[in-house]
T-cell receptor, first 113, second 114 residues
């Protein structure tokens, strides 16, 4: 069975641009969470979606937004990119969204220049 | 909110020795504690977890212990091998809430010397 998939693998953007990152959860999983991992740090929670509804939001500015589609895949959008947005963006899949087990994808490495 | 701290930040052991990584958490309502292994260029991989209704869980060479009173939990790796070298993260969350966002520690780099 396929695990969590994310696209693209790497991305280079310029300050002020916007970016869309994509995630497909494990088959049968209905919840997707997004995390930001800055080099040398642990992942930091951005959003969780379950059944297309936002279930949680971390301490990130409104420039960050996300949505979940009927097939449970998800997009993370970041507007007005800053240098500090450079990070590994991780998507995690879970079955119900309330149980703790989350399975991560390989991430998207975003570099903002 | 929850705060998870991880000590030490780096650990080097000889192949075959045991490694112990410790984490503390602040929110007594947290009840689920996973451990993740992250290799270079990859996403975190769930290797073992524990819920607050048990004190210890073991899976082959890996074990996790939980002390709810002291609010700390530890990862134990026995008979370490070079392929155990990676960054290990502990995390905590409260299940049965509206969501299950994980709060992570900063990670520890484990090096296993051949």
């Amino acid at each position: 069975d396929a695990g969590v998939t994310q696209s693209p693998t790497h991305l280079i953007k310029t300050r002020g641009q916007h970016v869309t990152l994509r995630c497909s959860p494990i088959s049968g999983h209905k919840s997707v969470s997004w995390y930001q991992q800055v080099l040398g740090q642990g992942p930091q929670f951005i959003f969780q979606y379950y059944e297309k509804e936002e279930r949680g939001r971390g301490n990130f500015p409104d420039r960050f937004s996300a949505r979940q589609f009927p097939n449970y895949s998800s997009e993370l959008n970041v507007n007005a990119l800053l240098l500090g947005d450079s990070a590994l963006y991780l998507c995690a899949s879970s079955d119900t969204g309330t149980r703790g087990e989350q399975y991560f994808g390989p991430g998207t490495r975003l570099t903002v220049t | 909110g929850e705060n998870v701290e991880q000590h030490p930040s780096t650990l080097s052991v000889q192949e075959g020795d045991s490694a112990v990584i410790k984490c503390t958490y602040s929110d007594s309502a947290s009840n689920y504690f996973p451990w993740y292994k992250q290799e270079l260029g990859k996403g975190p991989q769930l290797i073992i977890d524990i819920r607050s209704n048990v004190g210890e869980k073991k899976d082959q060479r890996i074990a996790v212990t939980l002390n709810k009173t002291a609010k700390h939990f530890s990862l134990h790796i026995t008979e370490t091998q070079p392929e155990d070298s990676a960054v290990y993260f502990c995390a905590a969350t409260k299940e049965s809430g509206a969501n299950s966002k994980l709060t992570f520690g900063k990670g520890i780099t484990l090096s296993v010397r051949p």
